[in-house]
């Protein structure tokens, strides 16, 4: 297969039509769920199209295990290749790396307004024209309203879409508000322009919007994970 095919043919086609047509610059969105699920994997998966495209991609992770990061590319791409026969693969293996920086941070010993320094420097001191930027690990427990407008004001700035993942406490009594959006967003959710939840099920797991700008959400733009790989089916 041509890479034009895969991108082409590729999930994250539905997944942002589901959502008007994916992230805007300046926009801001959170893929929810326990630990486990498979967040880190639709980020990265949502991460690896923009590569694929030739976009450039900040991948920001506040876990401590940062070196399952470059894993999580590694076998995904890996993973579809393989499924995909894609033809030139190793070549642009290498282009994707190219445009990709990855970063770790550790909430406990950098303030927020030192990360937005590091990322500002990196997309204008070193030129690194980002399209998009991932926040993966991020407590959401630990920061406040004006913390996140400040996100946001800085991804208006910059001209770059913004995605979270956001890990909710299953043993909690109230995870979800009647929205079915995290109560841990509740503080500023009016900042936070599409919600994505995963629900483990059986034998799938489910991709559901709670939010999606100020547009009624279709129970007929849900999606699926497929709970070996994490990989987001197709349709």
């Not at 995904?76 to 033809?87: H, Y």
């Not at 990196?122 to 980002?130: E, L, R, S, Y």
Request: glycine residues 6%; contains cysteine.
């Amino acid at each position: 297969m041509l890479l034009s095919e895969l991108i082409s043919r590729s999930p994250i086609r539905v997944f942002e039509q589901s959502i008007h047509g994916g992230l805007k610059p300046g926009e801001t969105g959170v893929i929810a769920s326990p630990n486990g699920v498979g967040k880190t994997s639709v980020l990265v998966q949502l991460a690896m199209d923009k590569l694929l495209q030739g976009k450039k991609v900040i991948h920001v992770s506040f876990t401590q295990h940062k070196h399952y990061v470059p894993s999580w590319y590694e076998d995904i791409f890996t993973e579809l290749t393989a499924r995909k026969n894609l033809e030139n693969a190793a070549e642009i293996k290498d282009n994707m790396v190219k445009h990709r920086v990855l970063m770790n941070f550790n909430q406990d010993g950098v303030t927020k307004e030192q990360i937005l320094k590091s990322l500002r420097a990196m997309i204008i001191d070193g030129g690194f024209k980002a399209d998009s930027i991932i926040i993966d690990g991020f407590d959401f427990s630990r920061t406040d309203k004006d913390s996140m407008a400040n996100v946001k004001n800085f991804a208006t700035e910059m001209g770059v879409s913004v995605w979270y993942s956001c890990s909710v406490n299953d043993a909690a009594s109230q995870q979800y508000d009647k929205d079915n959006i995290p109560v841990l967003l509740s503080g500023f959710i009016d900042l936070i322009d599409v919600v994505i939840i995963l629900h483990p099920r059986t034998d799938y797991i489910k991709l559901s919007i709670s939010k999606d700008r100020n547009s009624p959400i279709s129970k007929s733009n849900e999606m699926r994970l497929d709970p070996k790989t994490l990989l987001i089916l197709e349709v």
